[in-house]
């Protein structure tokens, strides 16, 4: 499973970044039976799930970023947004995104994330 994580960059605390992840050669009803997620990990820290949504259509926040990000996912074109608001200088990191099918795990690449106070 290829994934294309894009839309990281630099902004300053309170700004607004929008992440994408893309999963161009996933066959569409594969696709809906994914689920699909971030990661991000800060520097000398562990890699920690930033959020997912499953094929029942639950979702998942950790409790940093509750209220401020907003995960969705576009079947049709096979793309899963993360939408990243109010963000803080806490909130720098290398994002990740996750794929998770048949109790195998898939990732892209980084993106990094910076956010200056």
């Known amino acids: 499973v290829q994934l294309q994580a894009s839309g990281g960059g630099l902004v300053q605390t309170g700004g607004s970044l929008r992440l994408s992840c893309k999963a161009p050669r996933m066959i569409t009803s594969t696709f809906w039976a994914t689920a699909f997620g971030w990661y991000r990990q800060a520097p000398g820290k562990q890699r920690d799930m930033v959020s997912e949504?499953?094929?029942?259509?639950?979702?998942y926040y950790a409790d940093s970023v509750k209220g401020r990000f907003i995960i969705s996912k576009d079947n049709a074109k096979k793309t899963v947004s993360l939408q990243m608001d109010s963000l803080k200088t806490e909130d720098t990191a290398i994002y990740y995104c996750h794929a998770r099918r048949a109790g195998i795990d898939y990732w892209g690449e980084g993106t990094l994330v910076t956010v200056s106070s």
């Open positions: 949504i499953r094929p029942d259509g639950s979702i």
